[in-house]
């Protein structure tokens, strides 16, 4: 099952990538690839205006990839993402090998019409440390 008050993204399907767990006092999720995908949804409706943020927090103890996550045979990454009503969807990503501040669409079939990609930190300096995120959202 999901974590409380999160889904599955319907046509993915259910996974085992995603646990609830607990950090210190803090809830929060666990990932864990197993050569598979899955898309985890939380709803949060919001209005869009200047002041809009996203925050997060994360430990990425192992990159999905070694390599530069842009090309479709490479697409290989983890992410926290908003979806907008039109369908768009905005994806904050670690890269393995991107420098931070690359912006790209998606590679893949269909995901290349919705989907842009964000490079929030890139190689490999800072895995297994908790790091505290903020992107303006509305930027």
């Known amino acids: 099952a999901p974590p409380p008050d999160w889904r599955y993204l319907w046509y993915l399907g259910p996974s085992e990538t995603f646990s609830a767990a607990r950090h210190e006092r803090h809830a929060c999720i666990d990932c864990m690839t197993r050569e598979d995908a899955a898309i985890l949804q939380h709803d949060a409706p919001l209005p869009f205006l200047p002041e809009t943020r996203l925050r ?22 983890l992410s ?7 369908g768009q969807d905005l994806t904050y990503m670690w890269s393995a090998a991107l420098p931070a501040g690359t912006v790209f669409r998606c590679p893949l079939p269909h995901w290349d019409q919705r989907e842009t990609h964000v490079v929030v930190r890139s190689g490999t300096r800072e895995l297994g440390q908790w790091l505290a995120e903020e992107r303006d959202v509305y930027a």
Do not use: G
């Open 80 to 86: 926290i993402a908003v979806e907008f009503d039109n």
């Open 56 to 77: 997060w927090q994360w430990r990425v103890d192992t990159l999905p990839s070694a390599v530069a996550e842009d090309s479709l045979p490479t697409h290989d990454y």
